[in-house]
Each structure stands twice: as C-alpha cells, then as structure tokens.
C-alpha cells in the first residue's frame, strides 16, 4: 500500500465495485416476465384489509373498487379499519359497504400498530379466511388482483406483494418521477429478484399474506416501515417474499417536493432501523444455512449505507485530484468501457421500461426530471441516518379522489382510451 488511507479507500472501492456490479446484472433479468401457467379457478378467500387514517376523500372510492373485483364475491371481504380518524372515514366506508372497526389509541400510532389490532378481531371472527390482503385507504385496484393472488398461493407462496402502480403520475413532476421509480424498480429489482429465484420486498400496500403465517408467526412489525419488518421477520426463518407482477394497485404519489420528502424521509428512517435489528441475524442465518435468498436480503438492507459510502467516495475523489491521497483501483478491476456502458445503463433501463409499459406521453416529457428525483435521495438518506432512531410516525395525506374508471382514462394515451371506451372495458 502507498498511502495510510488505502486501508480504508481500498475496501470502500472494493465494495463500490461489488455493489455496482451486482445492481446492474440483476437489472437484466428484470427486463422480461417469464411465461407462467396460471391457475384460474378461484379457491382462497380473502380478507381485504385498509388501514386509514383520516381518509374521507379518498376511501369511498377504494371501497366501490373492491366491490367489483373480477372474483367471485362470496370469497372475499373488506375491512376497513378507521384509526383515530377524527373525521367522517369510517361512515364513509360502511356507506360504501365495508365491514368498519373503529380504534383508538393515541400512544401506539401508525400503520403497523392498527394491523396488528385488526388482524387480532380478524382472527377472532368465525370466519376464517385463507390469506389477508392490505390496501392503503388512497389506492385503486385492478379487478384481476385477487385472481393473481389466487394463482400464486394455489403455487404454494405465502408471502405475496402485488405490483405497485401510479394513481395519478401526470399530476405534478413530483408525481411523474415518483411515479417512474416505482415502474423502474417493479421491473430491475423486484421482477428481477423473482426471476431469479431471490426474495422480493414488500411494499406496505398490494401485498397478500397467508393466514397461516401470521397465526402461526404473529405480525410483530410496528416500525416506520412495517413492511419491510415483517418481510426481514419472514426471511429470517427462511420464507421469501414473491412478486405478483400481474396483480396491479394504483396509489396516489405525493403532489410537491415537501410531501415526496417528508415520505422518503420516514422510509429511510425505517430502513436504517430493519437494517440495525435484523443485518446480524440475517447475516449469520444465511450463513449458517448458506442461503443465498437470506444474503441477499443482507445486501437489501445495507442499501442506504451504500448510498452513503459511495457519497463520501464521490466527494473524496474530487480531493483526490488536489491531493493524491489514496491508491485509485476502481479502473484496475474494471476498465473504464465497463464503467461507462454501467453510466449510461442507469439512464438506458427507464427508458425501455417506460417504453414497455406504454407510458403516457407527458410521462415522457417529466422522465428529463427523474435524475433529479434520483440525487435527491443522497441527502434524504443522510437524514434518515441522523434521525434513525426517532420512531414518531407522519401520515401523509391523500386527496386524489378518483373511481376506477377516470384514473384509467387519465393516464391512459388516446389510442389506449378510444380502445377502452369502445370495447366498455370500463364499466
């Protein structure tokens, strides 16, 4: 070693190297879905369950949405639980034909906290079901997303997360970009993970879970980010999370800059949280089973700290070209063609996503926004690690009233609506 720093600059390149390659080969395979012969013949039951908070705007038309679902009806329900809602959400839903509880509690605040109630009267009922299925109270369904949960419990998944669309991508730039990461990652991180066998994530809406689990393990997962707590809970004792590419929610992005922050703020504090709990045990159960699915849940948790070490490289390249201090290995392990074809990757995968899905022409026009969108992780990341600890919970609030149909026209192209209309595809 030349220098004293290149006990530290050379492990942080090395880890630099693995990380960048590992996310853009597994990019690939999140390219195209594999053909899969579904089961179409209903079994399961279901218990829809919608956690809202003050929701009046947005939870009738949720509720009108899951009443027309494309299965049969007498094999599923919806609950809605109106927690410490200090307005008119829960009249609403039992107007709109959801089964209301009602809960109260100031001291334990937040989502996590009023599933876990909800599905302690779930499991008291008489009736039982096979899985549960979780909505936020702003999302809108496609009608086939019960009969794709069907098919992938009949296949013997127990932990399944659903697609996660956008309700209103064309609203603001925000929207846009918001909107455009979760097409980017469905498709080069979760598709991807599913292809190749590895375990995906769950997304805190659109996600199905089998009741046998969660009697048998207990939910348990209050934090900031209760989904990605119980996903961690899951794979530690060796049960993956799938993906349901086919079973599509819409939830409505945030309108500003301000409300996109406040967000990605509490799930970055909720990541850095999981990863403080569950990194060690999840790193010596893999081990210790040699499982590759369990590591590579390891390597999902370690993503922010990531971000923040491959920042603090960023920056200290830059002294670098002042001072020499350290020894630079990045173009020894890998040319500087790799490098390159790995820059422009990062800009080349939201385009043929957008391309795949038939995105609206105003989609297009924000994408120039997205790399925005992108940096601005970097300090919200910072911040999140700063305030790791603080586990007070924000509810951000949804107005984005629209049924069904209206959203699909919305964000639909003219050829796609004309196609709609005429066929009445939309009822």
């Known amino acids: 070693m030349n220098y004293i720093f290149d006990y530290i600059m050379i492990p942080m390149q090395l880890i630099i190297v693995f990380f960048t390659l590992y996310y ?7 390219i195209c879905k594999r053909h899969e012969d579904k089961i179409t013949t209903p079994k399961n039951t279901f218990a829809i369950i919608v956690a809202a908070h003050n929701e009046e705007q947005v939870i009738g038309q949720l509720v009108e949405n899951l009443h027309m679902l494309d299965y049969p009806r007498d094999l599923y329900d919806i609950y809605v639980v109106a927690d410490n809602c200090k ?23 937040g989502k996590g906290y009023a599933m876990e109630w909800m599905f302690d009267k779930l499991f008291a009922l008489n009736k039982q079901y096979d899985a549960v299925v979780v909505f936020d109270a702003d999302n809108l369904v496609d009608p086939n997303f019960l009969s794709e949960m069907n098919n992938r419990l009949c296949k013997g998944e127990k932990v399944i997360q659903g697609y996660l669309n956008a309700k209103n991508p064309n609203d603001t730039w925000i929207a846009a970009t918001f909107a455009i990461s979760f097409w980017v990652v469905n498709h080069i991180w979760h598709l991807a993970k599913y292809n190749l066998g590895l375990s995906s994530v769950l997304g805190g809406t659109g996600m199905c879970i089998s009741t046998d689990i969660l009697k048998k393990f ?3 997962a209050t934090c900031l ?14 049960i993956r999370t799938t993906w349901a590419h086919d079973a599509i929610v819409y939830d409505e992005k945030p309108l500003t800059f301000m409300q996109s922050w406040k967000q990605r703020k509490r799930w970055a504090q909720g990541h850095f949280d999981v990863a403080g709990r569950y990194i060690p045990k999840l790193l010596a159960e893999g081990i210790r089973r040699r499982d590759i699915r369990i590591l590579d849940g390891v ?11 491959s920042t603090t490289f960023v920056i200290l390249s830059y002294v670098y070209h002042i001072v020499p201090f350290y020894t630079n290995i990045l173009y020894m392990v890998l040319p500087i063609e790799v490098w390159t074809v790995i820059a422009i990757g990062q800009y080349v995968f939201p385009v043929i996503i957008l ?21 601005s992780w970097i300090p919200i990341t910072f911040l999140g690690f700063l305030h790791r600890n603080d586990r007070n919970w924000s509810h951000t609030q949804h107005t984005r009233s629209l049924s069904y149909r209206d959203m699909l026209l919305n964000n639909s192209d ?3 609506k004309e196609n709609l209309l005429s066929k009445q595809a939309i009822k």
Do not use: C
């Not at 853009?24 to 999140?30: E, L, N, Q, R, V």
């Not at 089964?99 to 605040?109: A, G, P």
């Not at 209760?226 to 004792?237: A, H, P, W, Y």
């Open 218 to 220: 207990g939910w348990g």
């Open 299 to 309: 390597l999902h948790l370690v993503q922010p700290h990531f971000l923040i070490l």
């Open 24 to 30: 853009f080969i597994i990019a690939f395979f999140g």
């Open 355 to 375: 391309a795949k899905i038939r995105a609206n022409w105003k989609t297009w026009l924000y994408l120039i926004f997205y790399p925005l969108f992108v940096y």
């Open 225 to 238: 980010t209760e989904d990605m707590e119980f996903t961690m809970k899951t794979l530690l004792i060796g």
């Open 414 to 416: 003219e050829f796609t």
């Open 87 to 109: 307005d008119s959400t829960a009249q609403i839903a039992k107007n709109a034909g959801a089964i209301v509880f009602e809960r109260s509690n100031l001291d334990l605040r």
